[in-house]
């Protein structure tokens, strides 16, 4: 990164790797335990991806709670990351409340962890449009909703009466930037994992790099 450009932080919203907890719309093809797995995995995946970007400090946000086992983990491995607690609430609020805190020190890039397609090269043009003045910028996804999310400041607008994990999020985060005067900046659309029709091109991917 150029020493004279601003470090942009990186958010990570994660569930525990729980039976039952995690990846539930995958439990039908993998079982409960298999689905947990997959989620540590790509937590695991998201955390490296994250670092190896080396746009600026890394958060883990934490579900249930930052004592789970796998957290700690992280923690003890050394690792370069905060830890901390998903607050209680809908999706919405937990991804303003990431943002909200990084955005405290700087432009802050928010991103789940069921997009294994997503790279370093990914978070580093979507920083670049934060640097050169997007107020917002997101990474969708094919399925109507996205992958990542960024802003210079924290957008209440853009998380409140969402209706979350439908095809509508995308298009009504769109329309509100719009109607808000925001500067909205676009990347490509990727895939992500939510149901057992998208494993296929996991595999193919994992099968790729191994």
């Known amino acids: 990164m150029n020493e004279d450009s601003k470090a942009v932080c990186l958010a ?14 995958l439990i039908p093809a993998l079982g409960a335990v298999g689905a947990a797995r997959l989620q540590r995995r790509f937590t695991q995946r998201t955390l490296r991806t994250a670092l190896r970007s080396g746009l600026g400090p890394v ?11 796998f957290f700690q983990a992280l923690r003890r491995s050394g690792v370069p ?14 991804m303003l409340t990431a943002l909200q805190a990084g955005c405290m020190h700087g432009p802050t890039l928010l991103m789940g962890t069921d ?29 109507g909703g996205y992958v990542l999310i960024g802003m210079r400041q924290p957008q209440p607008l853009l998380f409140t009466d969402m ?9 009504q985060t769109r329309a509100r930037a719009q109607a808000a005067g925001l500067r909205l900046h676009e990347l490509p659309p990727l895939w992500d994992v939510d149901n057992p029709e ?13």
């Open 12 to 25: 990570v919203l994660a569930k525990a790797p729980v039976p039952g907890l995690a990846k539930t719309r």
């Open 59 to 69: 958060a883990l946000w934490c579900a249930p709670q930052v004592q789970h086992r």
């Open 81 to 94: 990351l905060a830890l901390h607690a998903q607050p209680e609430g809908d999706l919405g609020l937990r």
């Open 115 to 143: 997009c294994p397609a997503l790279s370093a090269a990914h978070l580093k043009t979507a920083a670049q449009a934060l640097q050169e003045g997007a107020d917002v910028v997101c990474q969708p996804a094919e399925d």
């Open 163 to 171: 209706p979350w994990s439908t095809a509508e999020v995308m298009p």
């Open 198 to 210: 998208d494993l296929p091109r996991w595999h193919t991917l994992f099968e790729s790099e191994t």
